[in-house]
Nanobody, 122 residues
Framework: QARLVESGGGLVQPGGSLRVSCAAS????????IGWFRQAPGKEREEVSCTRRSASSTNYADFAKGRFTVSRDNAKNTVYLQMSSLRPEDTAVYYC???????????????WGQGTQVSVSS
């Protein structure tokens, strides 16, 4: 089964920035919508963003708007989540997923990553 690999997590101070990556070796990510999700301790997983296959538009959760940006590098088969103005409440394990169908409907999750820890603390 195809898998995604996240990397780039770590510890950052409040107000800082971090970029996490989502790479695939067997799945051509350009043909999938890409979702970013996060799960904080004791909380349910929540969606951060969903980027359409065209990569021309991304839906962001309200907490991510204006602070998080998703980009693709199809040559590297990698998707990035750039996070800035980070807050302690952004602390979570961040996951990426390759989505068949569309962001809006008929989602089929083709692959998930194992997650990368992002911790925001002074």
């Amino acid at each position: 089964q195809a898998r995604l690999v996240e990397s780039g997590g770590g510890l950052v101070q409040p107000g800082g920035s971090l970029r996490v990556s989502c790479a695939a070796s067997e799945l051509p990510l350009a043909y999938y919508a890409i979702g970013w999700f996060r799960q904080a301790p004791g909380k349910e997983r929540e969606e951060v963003s969903c980027t359409r296959r065209s990569a021309s538009s991304t839906n962001y959760a309200d907490f991510a708007k204006g602070r998080f940006t998703v980009s693709r590098d199809n040559a590297k088969n990698t998707v990035y989540l750039q996070m800035s103005s980070l807050r302690p409440e952004d602390t979570a394990v961040y996951y990426c997923a390759a989505i068949g169908g569309s962001c809006e409907s008929s989602r089929v999750y083709a692959a998930w990553g194992q997650g990368t820890q992002v911790s925001v603390s002074s």
